[in-house]
């Protein structure tokens, strides 16, 4: 990794955390991305507004992104799209399972030490090497 990629993994590590703690401290919410956009699909009155800026936030972040480092975003050797339409549903079904996502768990929860957090983002992640682990084998990318 070259110093150039790690200082953009670090700010956006920086930024993931420091938006989870204001919206802790701001709001007493946790910075769930599949919860947020559950809340905005299952809206509870005077509960949208926050939930759709927080998302217009994580939009506006990747088009910045996109603006500033365009040749990041290279999608030259992405599987097809169906692929990723199928992998985007198991995502959401995994995470309704879960009673939360990555972020949720791993970025709010873990810092809490919830154990329930730290053992779901094990299972995220043992599952995530798995499947590369099969993938690769059977040759894919």
């Known amino acids: 990794m070259d110093f150039v990629s790690f200082g953009w993994a670090l700010a956006g590590g920086v930024m993931i955390g420091a938006a989870a703690a204001l919206l802790l401290a701001l709001n007493g919410k946790i910075a769930g991305v599949s919860g947020i956009l559950g809340g905005l699909v299952a809206p509870r009155r005077g ?66 030490l919830a154990p329930r957090s730290i053992v779901a983002t094990l299972a995220f992640m043992l599952t995530g090497a798995l499947t590369v682990l099969v993938v690769r084998s059977l040759g894919g990318a």
């Open 47 to 112: 509960d949208v507004a926050w939930r759709a800026l927080f998302v217009v936030g994580l939009l506006a972040g990747g088009l910045v992104a996109f603006v500033v480092a365009p040749e990041r975003f290279d999608a030259s050797g992405a599987p097809a799209l169906p692929l990723v339409a199928i992998a985007g549903v198991l995502v959401g079904v995994g995470t309704r399972i879960g009673n939360g996502c990555t972020s949720g768990h791993g970025v709010c929860g873990i810092s809490r």
